[in-house]
């Protein structure tokens, strides 16, 4: 039955006029609930893997399909052939990793214990992963426009006067439009919003420029206007680049919001107009919303088991580019067979997915949908449906979707075939 099963799915009968799918099984000696396990589970995974078989004709093609289950089944992929050296720098970085998160929770359980004993400071960088604090022999000599953001009885906080850039009217629509597609300042009230644009300061950048470097001080944050750049960090000893900024994208804010060192480098992949914002505007006008919104998605993302693994800058550039989106029970959020431009994550509430008539999947919190139709361009493989009262999803436009470099595209296209 396996080379029939699979070569009818192959040809596309299956999914078009239902290559009478019982009959590939008819004749075999099983009860008739094993049967529909085969045509129902089987059958999928055997399409799957012969499909990539054929597609990539391996010279070993049983290592190649050992290989191929251990990848779908979450299991590590490492060769049973690379030599122990290769072996031991593999376990070496996985306990470096598993020594930080442990180090990050340790953090975390300490900032709750003073948490108890005294006010934690507004610029207390505990909760910010070890990978983004100054190193010791920097702490000595911190700039005076940080230390002296911490305030208390002993330090009033000042009244405040924002810059002011004049700029003519046709900058002022372009930077009201820019500030718009961002997450940070898009919810600005009118009048800090007239404020931020007025204390902007209009930039040019020349291709290749790298305008922040990875572990420098950072004073400032930039909004891009036209043009992209690439985040940069240095991973295993080699510069990767980690995301890609467009338009409407905002960069450089990590040091701002934590009093950290920047957290990667950007360069610019050509000619780029970018609109800067000095710290003391960004925060008394800006920052307690930008940092309240990001903590949220940040540790209800580390929730999510799909993206728990990913490290905490990773995480944060997907905290920014969620958009939150509310339905009520019986609504369609995706509709099979029509094309996709967003993947969504499910924060609050119970939906489930339909395939023709039948009842496929059910989703709650943490889980999430639709990433097949970005990751294979492909349309909607199935409905899905609002369960509960009211439902709360985070989705990612195709365009952000398209920017998460390696990270999130990696692991949703490991199980991409989940929704099959």
Not at 15 to 26: F, I, K, L, Q
Not at 93 to 113: C, F, M, P, R, W
Not at 222 to 249: N, R, Y
Request: hydrophobic content about 35%; overall charge negative.
């Amino acid at each position: 039955w396996f080379p029939a099963s699979v070569l009818c799915c192959r040809a596309g009968a299956l999914s078009r006029a239902g290559c009478c799918t019982m009959s590939v099984v008819d004749g075999l000696p099983f009860a008739d609930d094993k049967k529909k396990y085969i045509v129902e589970v089987l059958d999928p995974i055997l399409e799957e893997i012969v499909s990539d078989v054929l597609t990539e004709l391996p010279s070993k093609p049983l290592d190649f399909m050992i290989m191929w289950l251990r990848k779908r089944g979450g299991l590590s992929t490492v060769s049973t052939n690379v030599s122990l050296t290769q072996r031991n720098q593999q376990l070496k970085q996985e306990l470096k990793q598993v020594s930080s998160s442990i180090a990050e929770v340790g953090n975390a359980i300490a900032k709750e214990d003073e948490e108890d004993e005294e006010e934690d400071d507004d610029d207390e960088c505990d909760e910010i992963p070890e990978s983004m604090k100054k190193p010791e022999g920097q702490m000595g000599r911190a700039r005076q426009s940080v230390s002296a953001e911490a305030y208390g009885t002993w330090n009033k906080k000042q009244a405040f006067t924002p810059p002011v850039h004049a700029k003519t009217n046709d900058q002022k629509v372009r930077l009201k439009n820019t500030l718009a597609k961002s997450f940070m300042f898009s919810s600005l009230e009118a009048k800090d919003m007239e404020t931020i644009i007025m204390a902007m300061k209009e930039v040019s950048i020349k291709a290749s420029e790298r305008v922040i470097k990875e572990g420098d001080d950072g004073d400032f944050l930039f909004v891009i206007e036209t043009g992209s750049l690439e985040c940069i960090k240095q991973i295993d000893g080699q510069e990767k680049v980690v995301k890609t900024c467009d338009p409407g994208d905002v960069f450089g804010e990590l040091a701002l919001l934590y009093n950290c060192p920047r957290a990667a480098s950007v360069v610019a992949k050509g000619d780029c107009v970018c609109w800067q914002l000095d710290r003391e505007s960004f925060n008394h006008i800006v920052k307690d919303s930008a940092v309240k919104r990001r903590e949220r998605y940040d540790n209800f993302l580390k929730s999510v088991a799909l993206i728990a693994s990913i490290g905490s800058y990773e995480r944060s550039q997907i905290a920014d580019a969620l958009v939150a989106e509310t339905f009520k029970k019986g609504e369609v959020v995706v509709r099979q067979d029509e094309p996709g431009d967003k993947f969504y994550i499910v924060e609050e509430g119970a939906l489930y997915a339909t395939k023709g008539s039948n009842r496929v999947m059910d989703y709650k919190s943490g889980d999430y949908f639709g990433e097949l139709a970005l990751l294979k361009n492909q349309p909607r493989a199935a409905s899905v449906i609002v369960e509960s009262d009211e439902a709360r999803v985070l989705s990612m436009s195709r365009l952000s979707f398209s920017k998460m470099l390696g990270p999130l595209q990696s692991l949703l296209a490991r199980q991409a075939d989940e929704y099959k």
